[in-house]
């Protein structure tokens, strides 16, 4: 069993950044793929961005492209989604999940393990 727990959302200007990190506190994330998605009220919940196990393939939502970057540190058993270029439409609850598969999977039925959540809010 793997429990992840997100942590590093907040109140952050538009613009401005964050950086939101996924810890393993059971279980180990080094050999499985990781990603992040949100949720906003009233949508449903979407693929932000994955990575392989070996962080050597990463993918992205359009929307964030050229402004987030999802990282790993297998050692810390850690994942990490760097938050640049903020803007209001970002704001979201950010969810870390986890998965055995091998390949990274943008649909959040495929993913089998997940945070609680961390919420980032964007201020125009």
């Known amino acids: 069993q793997v429990q992840l727990l997100e942590s590093g959302g907040g109140l952050v200007q538009a613009g401005g950044s964050l950086r939101l990190s996924c810890a393993a506190s059971?279980?180990?994330?080094?050999?499985?793929?990781m990603a992040w998605f949100r949720q906003a009220p009233g949508k449903d919940r979407e693929f932000v961005a994955g990575?392989?196990?070996?962080?050597?393939?990463?993918h992205y939502a359009d929307s964030v492209q050229g402004r987030f970057t999802i990282s790993r540190d297998n050692a810390k058993n850690t994942g990490y989604l760097q938050m640049n270029n903020l803007k209001p439409e970002d704001t979201a609850m950010y969810y870390c999940?986890?998965?055995?598969?091998?390949?990274?999977?943008?649909?959040?039925?495929?993913?089998?393990?997940w945070g609680q959540g961390t919420q980032v809010t964007v201020s125009s």
């Open positions: 999940a986890a998965g055995r598969s091998s390949v990274v999977n943008r649909r959040s039925s495929h993913w089998d393990y």
């Open positions: 059971e279980g180990s994330v080094s050999n499985k793929i």
């Open positions: 990575i392989s196990w070996a962080g050597d393939r990463t």
